[in-house]
């Protein structure tokens, strides 16, 4: 490896693709190359998330991130120069050392997560490697597989403005021989489905992650729809094409009352109904993997319900883990999912990411690489996927170039490892493979 050191640090705020502000980090190294990285932000997030500093002034209703920039060039920058880019685990513990806290609430899992990701691409390209074999050698991981994506094609919950209680439906197409064709089928689906919804008078409007987000009187027509979807686009559901709910149920458990209220259906539930509800569904579509689908601090229901379907449906841990290796170790220890979902800006570093990843992938759980609803250009999550041989990609509909930008990068992964296997049902969390 060629040694190159930190010459300097610039930071700025660009635009996420709902058009608030977010944090873009440039390193640019001794020998003139430039690695730059943004950070994207959750709208249903988790309350042991890091934390993101934005300003909480007027101007941007409140979401102007000068604070984070700040500490980027003010107290990060000095630190951080003159240090060898071939050491990104020296550069984030640097980081780690300087915030001083659990959440990152001094510096900002924004501002440091931004610098962690441009040291990331930065390095890259001075040792003249792939980001994917780059990341990967990090990982010490030289066995590639191309993810499984689970493309969310109708939104309710927070993600939407309508009358759907779960937050993500997505499909999953897992039944074919490459990325290429998986890809496709999702793409056709998609449109198929936008011609159904035109059919039955239903709104063709998008939600923040590119899914529509129709009205519906409840959450089986939404289903329903994409099954007919399916259908429309010659695929078989439950061998070509699966499907996945994230539910957020998070968004609408009611604290004071232990239970769930389910809007479009009008009616108060209990945990335990409420998996019921979810073993029912289970049992009557083809669904394989279900998201938050208990409050992140609900963990006596958590193993209730990977107990109960976790053999044949993917349980995974979102807002209950965030991404956070401790959190994961007590989701193992209590058998309380049997996957995880990983954002980056969840936990703030790379290096904590790769631990994470790495702890969940020795216990055999399942692993989903997942961007934020408020997402950027930024394309390191599809390469994170491959490197680390993940399995399953979450990054959204099939159309805004924040979403797709993910899709065409595993393209060209896909065109430069031409012998990387699909992942189809090797990598998932529950035993129904």
Known sequence: MQTSIIKDIKARYILDSRGNPTVESEIILNNGIIGRASVPSGASTGDKEAIELRDQLEGWHGKSVNKAIDNIHNIIKPKLLKMSINNIIEIDNTMLSLDGTDNKSHLGANAIL??????????AQNNKQS????????????????????????????????????????????????????????????????????????????????????????????????LEAIEKAHYEPGKDIYLALDVAASEFYIEKNKN???????????????????????LKYPIISIEDGLDQNDWESWKILNNSIGKDVQIVGDDLTVTNKKLLQKAIQNNAMNAILIKLNQIG??????????????????????????ETENTIISDLAVATNAGQIKTGSLCRTDRTAKYNQLLRINESLPDCMYAQKNYLGCEKK
């Open 114 to 123: 931004s610098v962690s990701l441009a040291a990331v691409e930065a390095g």
């Open 349 to 374: 570093t790379f290096t904590e990411t790769l631990q994470t990843i790495k702890e969940a992938q020795n216990n055999n759980m399942g692993v989903i690489i997942s961007h934020r609803s408020g």
């Open 260 to 282: 769930y209220f389910l809007e479009s259906e009008n009616k108060h539930v209990t945990p335990l109904e409420l998996i019921n509800y979810y073993k029912s569904l289970c």
């Open 131 to 226: 980001l994917v074999d780059y990341i990967g050698a990090y990982f010490n991981n030289t066995h590639y597989s191309m993810p499984v994506p689970m493309m969310n094609i109708l939104n309710g919950g927070s993600h939407a403005d309508n009358t759907v209680d779960f937050q993500e439906f997505m499909i999953m197409p897992i039944g074919f021989n490459n990325y290429n064709q998986a890809l496709q089928a999702g793409t056709e689906i998609f449109h198929c489905l936008k011609k159904i919804l035109h059919k039955y008078k239903l709104s063709t409007t998008i939600g923040d992650e590119g899914g529509f987000a129709p009205n519906l009187k409840n959450n089986e027509e939404a289903i329903e729809l994409i």
